[in-house]
Structures are given as C-alpha cells and as structure tokens.
C-alpha cells in the first residue's frame, strides 16, 4: 500500500530561505511516474502566478499558493491556476489567523484545498505544533466538504489528531522517511483515516 500523493516542495530562496527544485526536476518525475500518482505542489514562493504555467507543463495536479506571498489578486490567481488544468489550493503559516478577510475568500470557493502549516514553512523535519489543530476544527465545521491538510511534523504519534480535527489530506514526510518501517508508518497513517472517515 503505498502514498495517494506525492507532495512536493517548491521553494525559491525568497519566500523562504530554502531553495529546493523547479518545473525541469518535476518533469523528470512526472515522466517517470506516468501519471499513476497525484502531483501535489506546496509552493514557498513569492510570486506564484509566474510559475503557474511552468508547474502545469511539468505535470503538476494541485498548486498550492501561500496566502502570505505576494499572491495579487487572489480571484484571478485561483483561476488562472484552474486555467492551467491544475487544482487551486491555499495554504496558511502558523501565524496568520482565520480573519473575516481568509472567511470571504474561503466562502468564495476559489479553492479546492486549505493546507494549515503545522510547522514553519521551509525546513524539514520540525516538531509538530498542536496548537494549529484548532483551525483545521474551525475550518472542517464551517466548510464539512473542502479538502483540508495538515503539513509539518505529522508522524504516527500525532496522525490521528489530525484526522479528528477534521483533516483529510496528511503530509508526512520525516515521519516516514525516518521511521523504522517507513512501508509500516504509511499503512498505520492511511488505516487511521480509513478508520476515521469510513472511506
């Protein structure tokens, strides 16, 4: 049994300090996966609208925008994304709050995905910060039927927490590579969303 999405990375040494891979290293993987796995593209970058049509020829399904980047008009942002052929989708640093302002975007429905950071953005393998559970509960009652993950930190330990929050996408990636079964951490991580959700 293996992951449902590949998440990858994007950061472009502005947004945050880290520079990882581009749309040339993201092709590369795509070709070689066929297609067989969804393409999930967290973007720590400043300027996302300037990459959207790169990201989309390098096989990316889901493009995810900080909401603390340099974004513009978010409107045309989310369709200019969807334009693209790739799934719209938002994410929130642990600090910026869930204001009037994230409310009317959110009620909008200009995106298919809220990710809630649950660590810093821009470095791997940083503790798990609990705290943030409470917005993914806020959003998840609010809106029952939007995709909702959680990002940073996640691990066997804490996984289940972050289902009854109310998350229904998991990024983990320490707590899989670094585990001593990683094979082992993926089945216990997907059985307790399984056992959550009754998919």
């Not at 520079?19 to 969804?38: D, Y």
């Not at 400043?46 to 889901?62: C, F, M, T, V, Y």
């Not at 980047?69 to 200019?80: A, H, K, P």
Request: glycine share 8%.
């Amino acid at each position: 049994m293996g992951v449902d999405w590949l998440h990858l990375d994007v950061m472009d040494g502005h947004f945050v300090p880290n520079l990882t891979f581009g749309p040339p290293i993201i092709k590369c993987l795509t070709q070689r996966l066929q297609n067989r796995t969804f393409i999930d593209l967290h973007c720590m970058i400043q300027e996302p609208r300037k990459w959207i049509k790169d990201l989309s020829n390098a096989g990316g399904h889901q493009m995810t925008v900080h909401y603390e980047s340099d974004i513009g008009n978010i409107e045309e942002l989310s369709q200019m994304i969807r334009n693209a052929g790739m799934r719209p989708a938002l994410a929130l640093k642990p600090k910026t709050l869930i204001d009037h302002t994230l409310i009317e975007i959110f009620d909008k429905q200009l995106f298919d995905m809220i990710l809630i950071m649950t660590v810093e953005p821009g470095f791997g393998g940083q503790k798990f910060m609990a705290d943030m559970l409470p917005k993914v509960t806020q959003l998840r009652q609010k809106y029952p039927k939007i995709d909702i993950q959680v990002d940073g930190g996640v691990n066997c330990d804490n996984v289940i927490s972050c289902y009854q929050a109310g998350a229904n996408v998991i990024v983990s990636g320490s707590g899989i590579v670094n585990a001593k079964d990683p094979q082992q951490s993926i089945n216990h991580m997907k059985e307790c969303g399984c056992q959550h959700y009754k998919w």
